[in-house]
């Protein structure tokens, strides 16, 4: 049985006059992004409040399927037969080969559901149902129909074509990309940040991402883990523009001004200013980190409201109530964990005290920043005009 088309579901809930518009117009842009990396010629039409991809020629199931599966706003994918109209007894036949190859175990309740868009055919939508259900119960008497909540709901679309499915596959669930702006992720090579960067995009928000590095403290490797990380996210989010940042100016320049304990802090809120900066000249809403709750030292309470205050936009933490176990599973579906455990230095790592404090006082930090009055300014222009921009798809 080949499946010619997908008929593809998405949450309607909430969706009203034009928002519907902006959500479907969205929806279906990423799933033409989606299906130009796999191979095969597909036409998708939008009509009736649904979205149809036809399958023009002959394409690889497991890589579509696993194509929109990635993408965002889709709930359920469904795989759709179409055959031609040669009569009802010739639509038993194929009805009947189509639940013998789709459910190999036949003990399944199921429903039949008929639809009459065309309205000459010859059957009622209830002969349909009734009549379709008696020739599957003849044909496989280990099946029980269940009109209330059935295993199996079997659709016969009566259109020009006749359409059936039953399938529903499950999609990634959230809102497709674009239907939301954008935001800046601070993508590090770590575990948790690229997971941040996937929640923030499933709500359907577009992401670039900045990375700080320090060579020659940092190798060209760790930097690689990062353009890695960021691909394997950009399967699900598109194209990501990736800024590389020297830090290694700044960073020896904190290190020789400021007492130790505290780099890692100011070091922060230098990051999250050249950030900010970035996004602003970028277009972007919001910054995105992957920071969770007392996870280590510069993630206390005090810690992240001491980074915090140094930008006016919005800081955007999704793991930030997360348990490291939690972060890993979510790494793990999306495939990034393996990358993310590779071991290479990290630019925050290299400079870290031996005692850093964990309850900053944001006055005596903003004293010791003073120390950096003479050349940080200078620095920081120099990191933003020295940036390398890495386009990631
Ligand atoms: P991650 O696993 O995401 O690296 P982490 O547990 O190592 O996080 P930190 O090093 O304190 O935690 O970093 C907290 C957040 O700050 C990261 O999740 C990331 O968003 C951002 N960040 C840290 N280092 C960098 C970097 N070198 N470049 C860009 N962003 C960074
Ligand atoms: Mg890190």
Not at 104 to 112: E, I, L, S
Not at 333 to 342: A, D, P, R, W, Y
Not at 345 to 369: G, M, Q, Y
Request: glycine share 6%.
């Amino acid at each position: 049985m080949k499946f010619t088309a997908f008929l593809i579901k998405y949450a309607e809930i909430a969706l009203k006059g034009k928002n519907r518009y902006l959500f479907e117009d969205a929806l279906v842009k990423q799933i033409r992004i989606a299906l130009k990396k796999v191979d095969g010629k597909f036409e998708i039409t939008k009509s009736q409040g649904r979205i149809y991809i036809e399958c023009l020629e002959d394409y690889d199931f497991e890589e579509t399927v696993g194509g929109l599966q990635k993408v965002f706003g889709i709930t359920g994918i469904c795989p759709v037969v179409h055959v031609e109209d040669h009569g009802f007894e010739d639509l038993q036949k194929v009805i009947v080969h189509y639940m013998d190859e789709v459910y190999p175990d036949k003990h399944k309740t199921f429903k039949v559901n008929a639809r009459r868009a065309r309205k000459n055919y010859p059957l009622t939508s209830m002969e349909i149902n009734s009549e379709l259900g008696g020739t599957i119960l003849d044909a496989f008497p280990e099946m029980k129909v269940d009109v209330h909540t059935p295993e199996i709901e079997l659709f016969v679309e009566i259109r020009e074509k006749i359409y059936i499915y039953s399938r529903v596959i499950p999609g990634a669930g959230g809102m497709p990309i674009g239907s939301n702006g954008k935001a800046m992720l601070l993508l590090s090579g770590g575990i948790d940040s690229p997971v941040a960067g996937y929640m923030i995009a499933k709500r359907g928000v577009k992401i670039d991402a900045v990375y700080f590095h320090a060579p020659p403290y940092t190798s060209e490797r760790a930097k690689q883990k990062v353009v890695d990380l960021a691909r394997i996210v950009s399967a699900y989010t598109g194209p990501i523009y990736l800024h590389v940042i020297n830090f290694t100016d700044i960073q020896l320049y904190i290190y020789e001004k400021c007492p130790h304990e505290e780099l890692t802090i100011i070091m922060r809120r230098y990051m999250m200013k050249i950030a900010e900066h970035i996004a602003q000249e970028t277009d972007c809403a919001g910054l995105i980190t992957g920071e969770s709750i007392g996870q280590v030292a510069s993630q206390t309470l005090k810690s992240l409201a001491a980074t915090n205050e140094v930008c006016t936009m919005p800081v955007y933490r999704p793991v930030i109530g997360f348990d490291k176990q939690e972060i890993i599973e979510i790494a793990n579906k999306i495939g990034t964990f393996e990358t993310s455990i590779q071991p290479f230095e990290d630019c925050c790592t290299i400079f870290v005290a031996k005692h850093p404090v964990t309850k900053p006082n944001l006055n005596i930090i903003k004293r010791s920043e003073r120390n950096l009055e003479e050349k940080i300014d200078e620095l920081f222009q120099t990191a933003i005009e020295t940036k390398e921009l890495i386009i990631v798809e």
